[in-house]
């Protein structure tokens, strides 16, 4: 059985202690590869590489260190259909999915970030008077970065790219529910020449190898994406250090349809903010709030749309909905299926795993696309992260009371409107407590824009400028010229 290894100075590693995780195909409920289960003397291990390769890729021109990153992103697409196939059994998600957003997308993330520092500029504060301020931005040394299983490619290198772009070395920790496709880039890095030191992938459970890293003095920045019960750990171990943190965690999007909205669109977008990657993306839409008067045919349209999807073998080129990611994150979802009908909910479609898919699949961790209605904004099922194909869908009847629908959770990640109303769709976007707000569309993404969540949601932002911020230092000089 193939043994995923850890990547550190440059080298494919056994854990120190020789302690491997077993790693399960969700669609079939087998274990199929193993991952180690490392721990602080691995993360040590690493920090000690990160530590030595600092000096020279730091110094390096932005030109090199571009070059060896747009090299990585190439041999990402040339094996664009081994990388995505290798996510598709890692973390049950349809194949199709894999080749068109995951993979593509990781490569898109580096060539952003490569390309991105050959344009960087500083600030110069010309002032009246015999002084002149310039402001100079260094990186700020070895960071930290714990990525999780939902996007699992996608995530780690949204974070590596902006990190080596601008001259920090990494000690990265990448899910151990979905090692897969990291390994892989740790082979990939090899082969394009990434000098040793300057990325080191350790794998193994967060409490351990996570909290390592979180916790090592010599690293200074962390960014995490993950849950917010477990951002909260990363916050309070990093916060006696006062490390630089990043924090992406969860979220409880509405999705508030009006009315006058164009309705096939507000019901595409919909049915695809719910259910994207099984419902596990942070940003996915889990409550929908429809106006009055729209209300039952949205629902009625809303509960067709979402039976035919196709739950199926996410390896089957028809398939819409794979696995979900693991036996824990399919056991939360029938626990909160079952705690909506405590609520009073009723559940219009859904509500339980599919039929037999096929003879491979039989023991996969599938769940049929969810809709629920009937319950209260406050309900906890309206509150609390699933994280899996489950909706909700409630009606409003004034704009000001989806408001405090919307904005009514701990969380402030992401929301969507739908209305042909532009006044009202801007004076709705300025006053939702999210950090992004889409209208008439859904995880429309730009890799410039800031990324991250207000409340419970997160702690600073990612993407285009922030990232390079994050990860750099602001050093002011001030001359005198006279
Ligand atoms: O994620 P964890 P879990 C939400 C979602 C999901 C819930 C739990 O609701 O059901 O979180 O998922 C590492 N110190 N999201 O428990 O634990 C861990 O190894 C340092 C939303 O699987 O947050 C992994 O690499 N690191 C989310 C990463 O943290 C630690 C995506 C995330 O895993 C650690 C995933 C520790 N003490 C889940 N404990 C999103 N925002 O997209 C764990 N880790």
Redesign the pocket.
């Known amino acids: 059985m193939l043994k995923i290894q850890n990547y550190i100075d440059g080298e494919l590693v056994e854990p120190v202690s020789g302690n491997y995780l077993d790693n399960t195909d969700p669609s079939t409920g087998q274990v199929y590869s193993q991952v180690p289960g490392s721990g602080a003397e691995d993360v040590e291990r690493a920090v000690a590489a990160a530590e030595e390769a600092f000096p020279l890729w730091s110094d390096a021109p932005a030109a090199e260190r571009s070059d060896v990153m747009l090299r990585i992103a190439d041999l990402i697409e040339t094996r664009l259909e081994e990388f995505a196939r290798a996510e598709c059994v890692d973390n049950g998600k349809p194949l199709a999915l894999a080749r068109s957003l995951d993979i593509p997308r990781a490569a898109k993330n580096l060539r952003f970030f490569a390309t991105a520092v050959l344009h960087a500029h500083s600030q110069v504060h010309t002032a009246d008077g015999p002084v002149l301020n310039y402001t100079l931005r260094g990186p700020r040394g070895i960071a930290g970065i ?5 996007l699992p490619l996608y995530v780690l290198s949204w974070k590596v790219a902006p990190a080596i772009a601008t001259g920090n070395t990494v000690v990265a ?5 979905t090692p897969m496709t990291a390994y892989m880039l740790s082979q990939v890095c090899r082969e394009a020449g990434l000098p040793a030191g300057v990325l080191n992938i350790v794998h193994g ?3 351990e190898a ?2 390592a ?2 916790a090592h003095p010599k690293i200074t920045t962390v960014s ?8 909260r ?2 916050a309070k ?1 990093a916060a006696p250090m006062f490390k630089k943190v990043g924090l ?4 409880k999007n509405p999705t508030i349809v009006f009315a006058d909205a164009e309705m096939d669109r507000a019901i595409e977008q919909g049915v695809r903010a719910a259910f994207a990657n099984q419902g596990q ?2 940003l996915c839409g889990s409550r929908i709030y429809v106006e009055q008067g729209a209300y039952d045919a949205y629902v009625e349209r809303f509960v067709a749309a979402a039976r035919a999807l196709n739950v199926g073998d996410p390896l089957e080129p028809g398939t819409d909905q794979g696995a979900l990611v693991s036996k824990a ?1 399919f056991e ?1 979802v029938g626990r909160y299926v079952a705690l909506a009908r405590e609520e009073g909910g009723e559940i219009l479609c859904g509500g339980s795993p599919p039929g037999p898919i096929n003879d491979r699949c039989k023991d996969g961790f599938f769940y049929q696309p969810t809709v629920i209605t009937g319950l209260s904004a406050e309900c906890r099922v309206n509150q609390e ?3 899996g194909p489950v909706t909700t869908i409630m009606p409003f009847e004034t704009e000001d009371e989806v408001l405090a629908y919307a904005n009514g959770t701990a969380y402030g990640l992401a929301a969507s409107v739908f209305t042909q109303n532009l006044s009202r769709a801007h004076r709705l976007a300025e006053r939702i407590d999210a950090g992004t707000v889409w209208i008439n569309c859904w995880m429309v993404r730009d890799l410039r824009v800031p990324f991250g969540g207000m409340k419970q949601s997160g702690v600073g932002r990612e993407g285009g400028e922030e990232a390079l911020r994050f990860y750099t230092e602001p050093k002011n000089v001030c001359l005198q010229k006279a």
Do not use: H, L
């Open positions: 714990i990525s999780p299983w939902n920790k990448p899910s151990e529910v459970r967060g409490a996570g909290a890293i979180t995490f994406t993950g849950g917010t019960v477990t951002g750990e990363v171990s992406e965690m969860g979220g993306v942070c994150q939360k992260e699933i994280f």
